[in-house]
C-alpha cells in the first residue's frame, strides 16, 4: 500500500529551528508537497520538490532525496504565528496525491 | 478577490436528510477536489474532476456524488446523510492535476 509518514507532534521554542520529517513508501513518484494548516483553516501551499536537494523560501527550506524516500522541512527563526499543522503530500505514478495525517507544530515562548 | 468559495461554511443535518456542499472558483482551474479531514488522519479524497465535465472516484467515494457542468462549479451531493460523515470538507482547485499548487477552500464543516 501507499504510505506518508510524518511524526504526530513536534514542540519547539521561539527562534529555533525545527526539523519536520516525511517518508514516504509510493507507487511512483512524481512530486513532493508540503501545506501549512492553521487550526481551523484550510491549507496553504509552502513547497515542491520534484527533484533531490535543498529549496530555499525566506525562513522555510524544503529538501528531498527520492533515492531514500525522504523528505524534511525546515523552519528557522520559529515565531509564534508557525504554530500549525504540517502536511506533507507525494503525487504518485498515476498522478494521485498521498496525503500524510500532518505534523501539529507547538512553539512555545 | 480572486480565489475558491465554499458554502455553507457549518451546518448541522438530521441522518437522512439530502444536503449539497457548493464550491465555486474563479480561477479557471481545470482540475477540482472534495476532500474529508478528519482528527488524526490525513486528507481523504472523496471525489475529484480533472476537466469539466468529467469526474471520478476517490479514496472514500461511497455516500457522495458529484457534478461538473462547467469549469466553475463543483458541488458535492450526500444523498442521504449517517453520521460517519460528520466531518471537515473541503473543496480544492489546480491547473494541473497534482502537480501544481491546491487551492483550498475555507472548508464546510458538517455535522450529522
Known amino acids: 500500500g501507499q504510505n506518508i509518514d510524518q511524526p504526530t507532534e513536534m514542540t519547539a521554542t521561539e527562534g529555533a529551528i525545527v526539523q519536520i520529517n516525511c517518508t514516504y513508501q509510493?507507487?511512483?513518484?512524481?512530486?513532493l508537497f508540503w501545506y501549512q494548516q492553521h487550526a481551523g483553516e484550510a491549507p496553504t501551499f509552502l513547497s515542491y520538490?520534484?527533484l533531490d536537494g535543498l529549496e530555499e523560501k525566506g525562513r522555510f527550506s524544503s529538501f528531498l532525496s527520492r533515492s531514500k524516500g525522504y523528505s524534511y522541512l525546515l523552519l528557522k527563526e520559529l515565531q509564534m504565528k508557525d504554530s500549525a499543522s504540517y502536511l506533507c503530500?507525494?503525487?504518485?505514478?498515476?498522478?494521485?496525491?498521498?496525503w500524510g495525517a500532518g505534523t501539529k507544530l507547538i512553539i512555545k515562548p | 478577490i480572486a480565489g475558491i468559495t465554499q458554502a455553507p461554511t457549518s451546518q448541522i443535518l438530521a441522518a437522512g436528510r439530502r444536503m449539497t456542499l457548493r464550491c465555486t472558483q474563479d480561477?479557471?482551474?481545470?482540475?477540482m477536489y472534495w476532500y474529508r479531514q478528519d482528527l488524526g488522519l490525513g486528507l481523504r479524497l472523496i471525489h475529484y474532476?480533472?476537466?469539466?465535465?468529467?469526474?471520478g472516484k476517490g479514496e472514500v467515494p461511497d455516500g457522495y456524488s458529484v457534478s461538473r457542468a462547467n469549469t466553475d462549479d463543483f458541488p458535492l451531493t450526500l444523498a442521504s446523510a449517517v453520521p460517519s460523515q460528520t466531518s471537515v470538507y473541503f473543496c480544492?482547485?489546480?491547473?494541473?492535476?497534482?502537480?501544481?499548487?491546491?487551492?483550498f477552500g475555507e472548508g464546510s464543516r458538517l455535522t450529522v
Open positions: 480544492a482547485s489546480s491547473d494541473s492535476q497534482n502537480t501544481g499548487e491546491l487551492f
Open positions: 480561477m479557471r482551474h481545470n482540475a
Open positions: 474532476s480533472n476537466t469539466a465535465g468529467t469526474t
Open positions: 509510493t507507487s511512483g513518484f512524481n512530486g
Open positions: 520538490n520534484v
Open positions: 503530500a507525494v503525487t504518485d505514478s498515476n498522478y494521485q496525491l498521498i
